[in-house]
């Protein structure tokens, strides 16, 4: 069994601790405006989704007991 070694390697450009956090800062920018892009969109879908069924005249009825146990 051969094992291919390559003489001539050497270390990316990128490899400082500088260059890393710049790439890595950059990438968490790009990841949560992306999601906050997709929330947006979601929230807008959601909020028509609840006004037609509002507007279709089906009432429902909600029901909220709140009370307290008495102390014996």
């Known amino acids: 069994m051969t094992t291919a070694t390559n ?26 405006s992306l999601l906050a892009g997709l ?11 609840l006004m037609a069924q509002a507007s279709q005249g089906n009432a429902v009825q909600v029901v909220v007991i709140c009370g307290k146990r008495s102390a014996v």
């Open 39 to 49: 929330s947006q969109i979601a929230n807008a879908q959601a909020d028509d989704a």
């Open 7 to 32: 003489v001539n390697t050497r270390e990316f450009q990128a490899s400082s601790k500088a260059a890393r956090s710049g790439f890595l800062s950059l990438a968490a920018g790009v990841t949560f």
